[in-house]
């Protein structure tokens, strides 16, 4: 099993562009997740996916879109990319999320992207 | 208060030294809690899950104190190789009964010759 891939691994945009970044799991998970991680700030939650057909926002998800295109794949959209998205973007997945208890999340290798 | 709280370090120890990490959360009714390591440019990794009766695994110890909000990772016998930053991740409603992770922001460990 591959886990949990992403691509590109790296990526220089320019003010305005747009990209989408892929990420797709093998492990038949139910949930996905974007996060960004910037230095000082930690990661934090852009979407999530609790389960194929669904998506949510999460703590700062403007400026980006997301789509869950089937059970294993969920992609990050950047229509118009501003230098404040400058940042490592890491895509996991876990099994599930019952009630108040929530499985591992595992993690994709990170995209790295720049905006000029 | 912030959700979920780590001194950020950096923790400079010699090998063979014990060291140990506290975190904090605000939400009482978190359910679910990990200790998560990554390596410089690297994705976080799984280190171990936290329980109530607290556990261990090797060298490492997490304890869990619902009282007080409270996570600690203890590891003894430092290595050259547990040189990364150690994340704190507890369960946080979302709002409409959802429940997801959220990170501390890390505490840097560097294990010294």
């Known amino acids: 099993n591959a886990g949990v891939t992403q691509t590109p691994k790296f990526q220089v945009l320019k003010t305005g562009q747009s990209m989408t970044l892929q990420c797709a799991q093998d492990m038949n998970h139910n949930s996905m997740y974007w996060y960004r991680q910037d230095p000082g700030m930690g990661l934090r939650l852009i979407y999530y996916s609790a389960s194929e057909g669904t998506t949510d926002k999460g703590e700062v998800p403007n400026g980006y879109n997301v789509s869950r295109l089937n059970k294993r794949e969920f992609s990050l959209r950047l229509e118009s990319a501003a230098p404040s998205q400058t940042s490592v973007y890491f895509c996991?997945?876990?099994?599930?999320?019952?009630?108040?208890?929530?499985?591992?999340?595992?993690f994709g290798p990170g995209t790295r992207l720049t905006v000029l | 208060r912030k959700e979920v709280e780590q001194d950020p370090g950096p923790f400079n120890v010699p090998e063979g030294a014990t060291v140990a990490f506290n975190c904090t959360y605000s939400n009482s009714a978190s359910q679910s809690f990990f200790w998560y390591r990554q390596d410089c440019r690297k994705e976080p990794k799984l280190l171990m899950s936290?329980?109530?009766s607290g556990n261990e695994d090797g060298r490492f110890t997490a304890q869990l104190n619902r009282a007080s909000q409270y996570i600690s990772l203890l590891i003894r016998d430092s290595k050259l190789s547990d040189s990364a930053t150690y994340l704190c991740v507890v369960n946080i409603a979302s709002g409409a009964g959802s429940y997801q992770l959220t990170f501390g922001k890390g505490t840097k460990l560097s294990v010294i010759p």
């Open positions: 936290v329980y109530s």
């Open positions: 996991a997945s876990t099994p599930r999320t019952s009630g108040g208890y929530t499985d591992t999340q595992y």
